[in-house]
């Protein structure tokens, strides 16, 4: 268990619609990191946040945004869903986001799109 | 734009046997850290090791160890004593000292142990 949890753990919905996945980063963490693993991407980077601001930000749809609030929980929002949004988006955390940091990785939430 | 290259997409190994994951890399950095995941079928990613760049010391963690070359930018992974549990997706991963430090990964190496 790396100590950072994502809810839901599964989501399945339409096109078209919105979702919002959870994520609570490690205690202590003030650094949280989306990434996205889809069959045809592989694994990449979607967005990093630091103490609720905005530090880099990676292949990231328009369609999708995300912030991190006073708690240091971040949310990942995806609209206008489309078929290929399908994969497994994690959460991960790290102490200040620097390049000596260790990223641990959430569960995941598994998100399928009919 | 760094890049990771795993060149392997599946490996198979005997229990109790050694193998070794390949994993190449392209950056003009200097500072960087490279790390190598695991994604077993619950498809948690669990870092396994990790190496700093300015270290000429290659990474040790019980079972496993890295190869890391830093001039041909090479940073392969031995698992030694192979077990049933070590079955699972191995992802290797760069660390840039850029730009909020993203990770970038390789596309992965299936490893299968056989017993």
């Known amino acids: 268990d790396s100590g950072v949890t994502q809810t839901p753990k599964h989501l399945i919905t339409a096109t078209g619609q919105r979702v919002t996945l959870r994520c609570s980063p490690r205690s202590g963490d003030l650094s949280v990191y989306w990434y996205q693993q889809s069959l045809d991407q592989g694994l990449q980077f979607l967005i990093q946040y630091y103490n609720g601001e905005e530090r880099a930000k990676g292949n990231i749809l328009e369609r999708f945004s995300a912030q991190q609030f006073p708690d240091l929980h971040s949310e990942l929002n995806l609209s206008s869903l489309e078929l290929g949004d399908s994969a497994l988006y994690f959460c991960?955390?790290?102490?200040?986001?620097?390049?000596?940091?260790?990223?641990?990785f959430g569960p995941g939430t598994r998100l399928t799109v009919l | 734009a760094q890049t990771v290259t795993q060149s392997q997409p599946e490996m198979s190994v005997q229990e109790a046997e050694t193998v070794t994951l390949s994993c190449t890399y392209d950056t003009s950095e200097s500072d960087y850290y490279l790390f190598w995941y695991k994604q077993p079928p619950s498809r948690q990613m669990i870092l396994v090791i990790r190496q700093e760049a300015y270290k000429q010391q290659n990474a040790t963690e019980n079972r496993f160890s890295v190869n890391f070359q830093k001039a041909a930018k090479s940073f392969s992974l031995k698992i030694s004593d192979s077990q049933l549990g070590d079955a699972a997706m191995y992802f290797c991963a760069y660390r840039s000292s850029e730009y909020g430090n993203k990770l970038v990964f390789g596309a992965g190496t299936i490893l299968r142990v056989k017993s």
């Open positions: 991960a955390s790290s102490v200040w986001g620097g390049v000596t940091d260790t990223q641990y």
